[in-house]
Every structure is written in structure tokens, then in C-alpha cells.
């Protein structure tokens, strides 16, 4: 390259050198434009994300357009760049005034401000105006340029990061071998830009080409992607037939299902209930056997396997009776069906027979399978519609009965067959990706180990690159290849067991994981800009807002259209503006993290165990010094589950009281789970524990390494003995978190709130009327003062230095103080009140902490703070200390949604870590362990060695100046640790050096 060429490029290099500055720059993201069309490989942007272009809308110009394309890199769903070819000459002169003036320009100027264009060159020698421009709202950097393209002059503007993308697309470089996009993730972007316009539009000819999109979707499997495209096509039919129109229910029971699919099965249940009346009446013959269809797989997903098998076979029969009798009898000679309403049938009858095969081969009639799979494939050849996903589908399921009816080797072939057909229909999705590890399980358990780890490794590969994951038991069978790989290769172990600690990260996680990734992606995101964060809280609550809609008019609230169209825009301003303030966001939210990232995170003195329980057997994986270790445990999910039910039966009583402590359960999960790595977690000073499934529904601390004394469990070998305990959702959360620095810049140092009001019986009464919620009133009226909160609050008041004003106690503590705190400012909040979960009281429907009524209040709803509410708080907390009853979650039986939704709600809201409870707390116990770790946290202590101190001063002083029942882990054990807390030394106040108050 020349001297003067090397100057030229200058100003671009220089440009894509800042993209990897720790505040990455922002971009004037343009609107999505209507219509839909196949997507093309772009090359990567600067970020190394894969990029593609499809087709967009014509801009303004000054010269006949040839091209216009919109760029998609990441997952984003808003274009980062848009590139438009233009016919005409592309000299110097042409150049420089497109780039100065014309009709672009001016497009360009009414949303952005720019800097006077710059000579330069592109790849190639091409001759180029770049142009360095802000956007006007946000003052986000944003770059337009225009190049001679091969054809004419190329105008192109968007994101930073993009600028390679759009340099390749101008010159007309991009690489033939480019990675692009998945096939549905092209379809999320041509969803999310016709369910724009189904809320604000009468465009009916547009249901079509939703209904398609969803169906092409859900067969992919990206069930949240087919669920935006149904819920867009069930608006537009209401918009034109009316909401009670018993023709929308083909979209409405589409919808059902897809939010089945990911887990929400109440909100399934409540479509498929609106949809009962209108099946009977709809004009489709076949609407009353699709809802039972759908309603019988969503039973399977809920576990309701007799339930579901039953609806299944009520479906099976409306389906049969409207296929023509002499197709039933099953004549291959008889050709193929053309009437539409019967090859509907057919489709149905087809997939309900799979799907029974499915059913029955895990019961008693499992020989009935192989016959319910050839009539589901014979039914499909008459349609004229068997299909390359549809067959693989199909063989996949046939699979499965092979393995159990003892066909090992047919199930293999199966797997193998349909593994090659989803690489032709669906390539890159999560159909290959479950049916590759499938396949890996099938060639691991005959021996064909190296088979079984290329298949693992192609699949995970996929899951990856679509940031999707699966369920546990799926992810289990590679673990145990990884494993048995290293044992017969140790010179290869130390790298395959890393290998193992990164497919762990496949497996799917809760809702809970989902809450607390988004607030400490946020964090990481920001890197300590405010702004960055205030723009990713925005996304984040349209994100609510618009979810909040969808539920709202799913309950058959009318009205909504007009409020979702906003939304749906004000969503995608949202997100064009964080794809520019942080465009690294979505894989901090969504991927997963490597060993090394998590060694690099972790201290010289700190440890982190992971676990994953399965039906037959559960992994725990240990990082630790750089080195990955791991155990496989004959422990299961199920008896995960019955272990902390009896633990916590034994800790805390039916009544809330003391419970006849059995060490028995506490030793089993120690042994099963931490045991086998005792001698690696030697000298770690903080364990970080990542459960699973029940597991959250413990303080890992309260587990015991060896035998105890029921007498004298003060002296017990309790596992807070050996370590301070921090429990996280996800390693991913723990390495954001502590990437994002040491904790809060808040200001201030503490918020407390304590000491409520109870409502008088007679608000209760209006809150709770006697015909539906008298139970309700009668349980709220024992939520009694708790005056031993004042002197608790009171005292981390002193503690921490705060002042008189920063604490509201009594009748002062209500929501509208607590909205009025500017608890954003704080770096401890500290709510000592009762709390309510779902379940403890039906008719309230969202969790709550109580607080005192508004002043003169006529009924008890001011004192109901709800989690919704605390959505709304933006805080910057190192700590919110939750010492309420049962704020940790309801244990066992709530499985991997153990961690309530308060708890989530102040994750969400931007706290670093939780100090929640288990159980209902004993009052002096409680007030003694959060005053003294606040104590020893002022002093310097970590969140996490300071809840450790105070756990530790209750069990040493139990039965000396402590009360001997204070070694019941009732009292010293229900708080835990959930995320990391304070790291760094604050600044010591006086109060924080005195000795602890007993």
C-alpha cells in the first residue's frame, strides 16, 4: 500500500479501531420497512457477529435507485445499516455532492448531525466519502458513507460497528463463503416487522403471510418467534371479524400452543379456554380437533401425561371423522387428496398419530407405536405434503419408539436419517441440534464414542451460534462422553473438561436465570456509563410493557391495539438505540461463558460449583485455580426434590416454627453433590454455587460435611464453616457482574424501611370481600406488627452512617415513600416487612411485600406493594436486603422458579445482590444477622464473608450469650447471598469497627 493510500484509509481505520473501546459507540438505527424477502450473507461486522441483507425499502435520492438493502447482524431485529446502489456515474464530483447535499443527505440530516464528509479509500482502492455524524436523539455516533460502487455510486449509513459490512456490501467484496443468518432467524426479522403493522393496520392480507411465518417458525422450533407472529395474525383477523368472531380461533389456539411450547402453561390455558365456545361455532370443520390436539400436547408439557393422552385420543376421533372412510382404510393405490378441508384432516390425523406414538411408548401399549408411526407417514404421502421436516420429524419420533421397544440399532439409523434431512430443511436450527444430540447419545451408549462426540459437537455448535439451549437430560449424555473421553485420554482431560463445563452452559435455566441475566447484562453492558445503562433499561422495560399488553389482551381485555402499536414502536426505538450504545448487550444476555472467563472472574481463594440434575443421574462441575473438575452424581432431579423438602421440613415447622431438625437430608446433599470434590474445594474461602431446579430452593450453607447432633447443632460441620457461600443463577451472571467493576457508584450509602402498619379489618374487608377472598382476609389479618424491625432498621442506620431522614418506620413506611426514597441513590436497601408469594393468598395474584396503608385509605391496597411495581425502580444497589418471610422462595416444589418473583423483580430493577430468606424469620435472630453483617461488610468484608461472620457468631454464641435454640439452622440459616454483593472495602464508619450487639 502507498504512503497516500495508507493516509486515506486513515479516517476509517481509525474508526474501527475505536469500535473496541470500552464504551462502544452508539447508532442512528433507520426503521424497518415493510415486506419480507430471502436474506444474504453479509460477512461479519466489527464485533465478529454474522451479518445478512435482504432487500428493503428505496431511500430518497438524487438518482435512479437499483438497490436498496437493509443489514441485520447479531440477532438484532432492527437493521444496523441500510445500503443503497444507485445507477449513474461515480466520479469525484458525483462523490462529493451526494455526500454534501441532494435528497439522501437531507434524509440523513433530519435524524442525524454530521461532520464535513472525508476523502478516503475503501478496500481495493475505491474511492469513498466518509462521513462521521451523532444521532439527534441520544448523541449516539452513527457513520453514513459514499463509495463508487462497481455499478454506480453507493450510499450507506448505519452503526459503528456495521462499518465493515457495509465497506464489503459497497464494493461489492463480501466473501462467497460468508456465514448468514439461520433461516428463522431471517423470519424474526420479517415477523417483527409485519406485527408492527398488525396492531395499527386492517391490512387482513397480511394474516397469510403471519399464519406462514409462524408455521415455518414453530417447525423450526423458535416458538417465541412463531408466538409474535400468531399473536400478530390473531390481531389483525379480530381487527376485521371482531374479537368474538369464532373464525379467529385457528390463530388463537396457534397461540396457545407456541406459548405452551416455552413453559407458560397458564397462559396457554386461558387462550384454549377462550377458544372452547368459538371451536364449536367456527367455519373451519376442523377447528374442534386442532383444539383438542393442541390442548392434549400442551397437558404433555405440563406433565400431565393421562390427561393429555386422552385429549389426544378425542382429537384422533374428530380428525378421523372428517377424512374420507376409504383413505382411513389406508389404500396406497386410492392417490393423492385434493379436496382442502380433507387434506387438513389428513395433516392433523398424521401429526396426532406421531404424536401418539410418542405417548404410548412410554407406557404399557408401547408396541402400539410402530403402527401409529406408519399410519402417521401413509397419511402424509396422500397429502402430497410430506416434506423434508415433516419426515424428519417423523423419524425422529420413530427413533424414539425404536429405543423404547430395545432397537438400538434402528433407532441409530433413524436418528442418523432424520439428522440429514433437518440439515437440508432446517439447517442451523434447534431440530438439528436436539436430533444431532439425540444421535450422540444413541452412538455413545453402543461404544461409537468418537461418533457420539462429533455429533455432540456439531449440535452444540448450532445452539451457539442461535444462543438457544436444552433441556438438561438432552445435555447430560455429553457430559458423560466428555468424561469417559478424558478418562481414557488424561493427557487430553484438562481440556475436555473444560470442554464439559461449557456444554453444561446448554442446558436450558429458569425464568429466574432469564430476570437476573437482564440486570447483569445491563450492568455489563453499561461499564459504568450511565447513559448506556438508562438506554438498555429502556429496551428492557418496553420489553415489560409489551409483554405486560400481549397478557392484558390475552385475558380478552378489549382496546389494546392502539397501546401495543406504540409500544411495538417505542420497542424498536429502544432497541435500534442500544445495538448502538452497546452493541455487545444481546451476548452478554444471551451467551454463555467459557472455564477460562469464569478463573479469570473468580479469586485465588474462590471456587465455583455448577450442577446439573437430571432424571437418571446429575453432573457438578467445579472451576478452580484455572482448572475445571467434575463428578457425575447418582443423584436425581426427583430426589434433589425430596431431599429439600425434608430438609426445610425439618428446619421450619408447618406452623412456622422450629422443626425437628434430621441431619440425615443435609448430609446426603452434601454427599451427593459436594463431597466428591472436597479435596479441590480445600482452602476456598467463597464457594459460588450455581443450582439447579430444587436446589435453589436452599441456602447451600445450612448442607452438613459429616455427621451432626440433633442436641447440639451449634457445633454441627455445617458447610458455612468451610465457606463463605454466594449463589448465582448462571456463571454467565457471576462473570458480568464482576466484569462491570467492583459495585455501586451510588452516593449514598443506605435506605431502610420497617416497622409497618398493619390494615384494620376493615380495609382488609374492602381488599378481600367475603364472597371470594374471605380466607384471603382472614390470613391478612395475621400479618401482625413487627416491632422488632424498628430496632433492626435502626441500628443498620447507625451502622452504615446514615441519616435520620434515610429510614421510614411505622406509618411512614408506605409505597409512595418507598417510590419517593430515590432508592437509585442508595447503595444498601433494607425492607424488614412481612411478604407474601402466590399461593398464600389466591386472590392476590403477583407476589408482595407489605407495607402501611396511604393515610385514610378506605381499603388495604396501599399496602400491597407488588413485584410489578418493583420493576418500575432503577436502583444501583450493592445490597437489597429482603429480611421478610420467605423471600427466597418456596423451596423444593417450586423447582427451578424457587427464587421468588421479588427477589427477581430487585434483580431486575438493578440490584448486584440479594439478601433474601428462605423461611420466616425469628425476629432477634433476624435483626442480629443482618446488623452484624452490615457491620463486617462496613469494616471491609465481602457481602458474602460478612453474612458468613454473622451466621458463624450465631452458631459459636448459641447456648453462651446467645440462646442454645439459636444453633437451629431455623434461626441462623434461612438468609442467603444471591449474587455477588459488595467486593471492595467501603469506607469504614465508626460504627462499623464496634463490636456486634448481643
Known sequence: MSRSRAMHRLPLLLLLALLGCARPPESAYVTATPGTGPADPAGKDARGEDCAAQRGAALPADLPVARS?????????QPAARVVELRGTADAARLDALAAGGLWRTWLDQRVTCAAPQAT???GGVPARLIACTRKNGGWPHVALVAAGPDGPVLADGVATATPVMEALATGRVSAGAAGQARSAALEIAVRRLSAEAFSANDVGRYEELMNLGRELNQAENFAAAEDAYRAALA???????RDSPDTVTALVHLALNLSNQGRGQEAAALFARAEPLAARAGDPAARARLAHYQALSLFQDGQDAAGLARLREAEALYAALVPPSLLRGGEGSGLVSDPAAVSAMLGLSEVRRNLARAVARGEEKAEAPLLIAESRRLLRQTGLENGLLVARSLRTEAGTSISLGRGDAATRQLEAAARRFSIAAPGERPEAVTLFLNGARRASAGRRGEALTAFRTGAAILRARQIALPVNLVLPYLDALDAEAMAHPAEAPALRKEAFAAAQLAQRSNTVRFVQQASARIGAAAGDARVAEAVRKLQDADQALRALFAERDTGTAGLDARIAAAQQARAEAESTVAAAAPGYRQLLLSSVDADAVAAALGPRE?????LLGRGHSWVLMVRGGEVRMARSSLT????GRLVNALRAGTVDAGGRPGRFDPAPAQALHAALLAPLAGALEGAETLVVVPDGPLLGIPFGMLLTGPADPAALGAAPWLVRRH??????SPQTLVTLRGAGLGSAAPMPYAGFGDF????PAQLIRSFPVDRCAADARLAAG?????????EVEEAERLTGARAQDIRLDAAFTAEALRAADLGQRRIIHLATHALLPGELSCLQEPSIVVSAKAGAADADSAFVKASDLLGLKLDADLVILSACNTGGPGGAGGGEALSGLARAFFYAGARGLMVTHWAVDDAAAALTVADSLRRQQAGASSAAALRGAQLLLLDEAGKRLPEAFGHPFYWAPFALIGDGRRAAPVQSAAAQSAPRL
Do not use: F, K, S
Request: aromatic share 4%.
Open 69 to 77: 438493502r437493509e443489514v441485520y447482524c447479531g440477532g438484532w431485529t
Open 121 to 123: 479509500t475503501l478496500a
Open 236 to 242: 389483525l383477523q379480530q381487527r376485521v371479524l371482531g
Open 607 to 611: 471456587a465455583l460449583v455448577t450442577m
Open 637 to 640: 432431579e426427583a430426589e434433589a
Open 724 to 729: 463463605a457461600i454466594v449463589h448465582v443463577p
Open 757 to 760: 402498619v398493619p390494615p384494620t
Open 783 to 791: 400479618l401482625v406488627r413487627l416491632p422488632g424491625t424498628r430496632v
